[in-house]
């Protein structure tokens, strides 16, 4: 600003006295007085451009045009061919009595502003300026870690991003339902149950691109086991029981027959054990098999159980469904359509 702030605050006043000192004073021009020397004024459109494009600078000119320069804020960058600025990326395109045209390479967000043409002819003074605005498109530069956290924990998720103009923020969860979002930088999630697990998505969008970015959300939870259900295998014949456990982080299986822990291989029995659920395996079984089998899950948060019970063709006796109920009622329908043809036939 210097002098020129005190007499006046705009730029017109800069564009005016630094062209006249360099070039109308050396030159030996006359300096007319305030009131006839007026620059002729013009302002061009806005020019928009996205950081790293090129921005082409066009000046008319005419034929009775002494210097010209064009400026960016109070800095000459060219003064018609004589280049000012020591910035590589600025650089001259045309310099003929038409047009005076110089380009910006690799534009950034500091070259935004108002460039000015200035142009000497005998008779007056004249100005073109044109703003130069500079669009950035968006970036996430701050975003949560990936989170491992316990049901029941509130969770923040956090996702700023940068760009020009500022981009707007929003999170999505990708899930069946989809519904869980938020329309800001920050999403705040109470008390957080397993559905909310996954993969969350933020998105920066402004009018001149867009950014994605994700979140993943992994909810540990205790085990459950699903109830057992009971099998009948029949002497010599192989059998199976199998445990189905849900937990966060996957839990591991304990087999027990009664109270006594059943390892892997002994008394032909096999478990295979397959993320989610534990197979009991019998290849041959025998009378002594039969009875009351435990699966416990556990993981670092808890366990649960459940109990199966492999019965054999006598324990199904006791009970009063199973494969032999089944024989029963086949056997009474079967008397009683015997019956019927036994009354119809009489
Ligand atoms: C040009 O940009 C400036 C600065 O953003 C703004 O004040 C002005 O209104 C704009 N002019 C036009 C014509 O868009
Ligand atoms: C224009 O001026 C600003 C402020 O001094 C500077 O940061 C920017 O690099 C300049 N741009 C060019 C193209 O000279
Ligand atoms: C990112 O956000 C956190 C939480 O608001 C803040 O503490 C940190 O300074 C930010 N980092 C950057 C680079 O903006
Ligand atoms: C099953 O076990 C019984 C008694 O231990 C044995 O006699 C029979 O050969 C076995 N069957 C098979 C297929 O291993
Ligand atoms: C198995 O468990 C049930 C219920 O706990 C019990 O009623 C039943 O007597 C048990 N059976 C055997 C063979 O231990
Ligand atoms: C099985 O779960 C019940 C509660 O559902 C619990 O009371 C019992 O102690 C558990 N048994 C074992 C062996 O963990």
Redesign the pocket.
């Known amino acids: 600003m210097g002098v020129c702030g005190y007499l006046t605050v705009s730029w017109k006043c800069l564009v005016v006295l630094t062209f006249r000192l360099l070039f109308l004073l050396p030159a030996g021009l006359p300096v007319r007085s305030q009131g006839d020397s007026q620059p002729d004024n013009k302002v061009m459109e806005n020019i928009t451009v996205r950081q790293g494009e090129t921005v082409f600078l066009t000046c008319p000119q005419g034929d009775v045009v002494t210097h010209t320069a064009w400026l960016n804020r109070s800095s000459i960058l060219y003064a018609g061919e004589d280049k000012w600025s020591v910035d590589p990326r600025v650089s001259l395109v045309t310099f003929s009595q038409e047009e005076f045209t110089i380009k910006i390479e690799d534009v950034d967000t500091s070259d935004e502003g108002q460039y000015v043409c200035a142009v000497q002819t005998s008779s007056r003074p004249r100005t073109t300026s044109v703003h130069v605005l500079v669009l950035v498109p968006p970036q996430i530069i701050n975003l949560s870690k990936d989170l491992v956290v316990n049901e029941g924990a509130d969770v923040t998720l956090m996702c700023q991003a940068g760009g020009k103009p500022d981009p707007s923020l929003s999170w999505q969860l990708i899930s069946p339902s989809g519904d869980l979002g938020s329309e800001e930088e920050v999403l705040e999630i109470p008390s957080i149950t397993r559905q909310k697990a996954g993969t969350y998505i933020c998105t920066a969008i402004n009018d001149i691109g867009t950014d994605i970015q994700t979140v993943e959300i992994t909810v540990n939870y205790a085990p459950s086991v699903s109830e057992g259900r009971d099998v009948g295998v029949t002497l010599g014949q192989k059998g199976v029981l199998e445990c189905e456990a849900d937990a966060m982080p996957e839990a591991s299986f304990e087999w027990y027959r009664d109270d006594r822990r059943i390892l892997n291989g002994f008394d032909g029995i096999e478990i295979e054990d397959l993320g989610h659920l534990s197979k009991l395996m019998f290849f041959n079984v025998s009378e002594s098999d039969y009875g009351n089998f435990?699966c416990?899950a556990i993981n670092t948060l808890g366990?649960s159980?459940t109990t199966f019970l492999l019965y054999g063709p006598r324990t199904v006796q006791d009970g009063n469904n199973g494969a032999l109920g089944m024989h029963t009622h086949t056997y009474n329908c079967v008397v009683f359509v015997l019956f019927l043809l036994f009354l119809l036939r009489v």
């Open positions: 435990t416990i366990s159980n």
